[in-house]
């Protein structure tokens, strides 16, 4: 079996949720970074929300993106730290029917030789696949979204998509 998945171009819909009990659409600049990149490699924010670090409403969010027909991916930022208003971890993973752990791994490797040093023991940015759906969840700082997104999601988005469609055809 060959691994091209660079062959074919695909775009692929986005659904961009920032997690903020303070934050709006005209503050949001790690947002702005999420929809700048999607649009920037020719895939399509289909909607962007944000919502209160909340349990229900992330679960909320997760399921509607796993369950719409228009989003393959859920790009979540915020919500993922080690305060007791932090819930985004716990909530998103409980909902995964599979862990891409390698998201979290090379995040936190990344995030340590590349930018934050040893901070990066307190990221708690995760991956995983809800229903045929991809959702990532990263960091609400827009230094981590950039890394994520550059060095991590971006690069492989068109093949999760291929993986995750592939038994469709």
Known sequence: ??????????????????????RELATDKSGD?????????????????????????????????????????VLMTGGTGISKRDVTIETVEELFAKEITGFGELFRML????????????????????????????????GAVKLAMEKLILPELAHIYFELRKHEE
Do not use: W
């Open 111 to 142: 995030s340590y030789t590349e930018d934050i040093g040893s901070a990066a023991i307190m990221s708690r940015a995760t991956a995983g696949v809800v229903e045929d759906t991809a959702v990532f969840a990263m960091p609400g700082s827009s």
């Open 1 to 22: 079996m060959s691994h091209h998945h660079h062959e074919k171009k695909v775009s692929v819909n986005c659904f961009v949720v920032t997690i903020s009990d303070t």
């Open 33 to 73: 970074f999420i929809e700048l990149y999607v649009t920037e490699h020719g895939h399509k924010v289909v909607e962007r929300r944000i919502i209160e670090d909340e349990t229900d409403q992330i679960t909320k969010v997760v399921e509607e993106g796993a369950d719409r027909d228009d989003v393959d991916v």
